[in-house]
């Protein structure tokens, strides 16, 4: 599975952005798929995710209310809708999926078998 962001760019404090992750390859099994971020300097976090099955989405508790993930199947693709964006989400925003992960292990990066390249979100004040 090869995972590909986008969307990435610079906005100001308030603003929206809407990234996208399209996967390609191993795309007919079910893929759980996730957004993790990293600042500079800081560990790898985790944004949201959905489960394999598509039924449940998990938010990191710093971008709950303001951020929503979604997905088009048809088009193998998850996105990351961002509102009320805030300098604190400044960081490079990655795509992750798998195939195996356990629902109990959703929110940890160590889970997540495939990883897209990263996008970088800028949010100035």
């Known amino acids: 599975v090869q995972l590909q962001a986008s969307g990435g760019g610079l906005v100001q404090a308030g603003g929206s952005l809407r990234l996208s992750c399209v996967a390609s390859g191993r795309t007919s099994i079910n893929l759980a798929m996730a957004w993790f971020r990293q600042a500079p300097g800081k560990e790898r976090e985790f944004v949201a995710a959905?489960?394999?099955?598509?039924?449940?989405?998990y938010y990191g508790n710093s971008v709950k209310g303001r951020f929503t993930i979604s997905r088009d199947s048809a088009k193998n693709t998850v996105y990351l809708q961002m509102e009320s964006l805030e300098p604190e989400d400044t960081a490079n925003y990655y795509c992750?999926?798998?195939?195996?992960?356990?629902?109990?292990?959703?929110?940890?990066?160590?889970?997540?078998?495939?990883w897209g390249q990263g996008t970088q979100v800028t949010v100035s004040s």
């Open positions: 959905f489960s394999r099955s598509g039924g449940y989405t």
């Open positions: 992750a999926a798998s195939s195996t992960i356990k629902l109990s292990r959703t929110r940890t990066e160590e889970g997540y078998a495939y």
